[in-house]
């Protein structure tokens, strides 16, 4: 499966940006789905986690009751709302399909990656 981010840009801190993730070649509706971000310098860290149906969702505790992770399994698509954006959120974000076990922060199941979509937050 192809994934392709997109939705990223430069927002000023308190802002607010919808990442995208458009899936091709074939159906990510049987797939739990997942966004990371990488900062210059650092590990690429889980941000948000969504299963196959989109009942469960996870959030990594720095973006909790900021970022809203959903899919629509119709359009293939999951979204990433990023609402009260701070300098920290800045980096690369990645969305990612998962292998389909239910740890769902664990980068190391997740098998397909999008190309990243870079957000910039100024203070």
């Known amino acids: 499966v192809q994934l392709q981010a997109s939705g990223g840009g430069l927002v000023q801190a308190g802002g607010s940006l919808r990442l995208s993730c458009a899936a091709s070649g074939r159906t990510v509706s049987n797939h739990h789905m997942g966004w990371f971000r990488q900062a210059p310098g650092k590990d690429r860290d889980f941000v948000a986690a969504?299963?196959?149906?989109?009942?469960?969702?996870e959030l990594a505790d720095s973006v909790q009751g900021r970022f809203t992770i959903s899919r629509d399994n119709a359009k293939n698509t999951v979204y990433l709302q990023m609402n009260g954006l701070k300098p920290e959120d800045t980096a690369v974000y990645y969305c990612?399909?998962?292998?389909?076990?239910?740890?769902?922060?664990?980068?190391?199941?997740?098998?397909?990656w999008g190309q990243g979509t870079l957000v910039t937050v100024s203070s």
């Open positions: 969504i299963n196959w149906s989109g009942r469960i969702t």
């Open positions: 990612a399909a998962s292998a389909g076990t239910s740890r769902y922060s664990d980068i190391n199941t997740y098998i397909s």
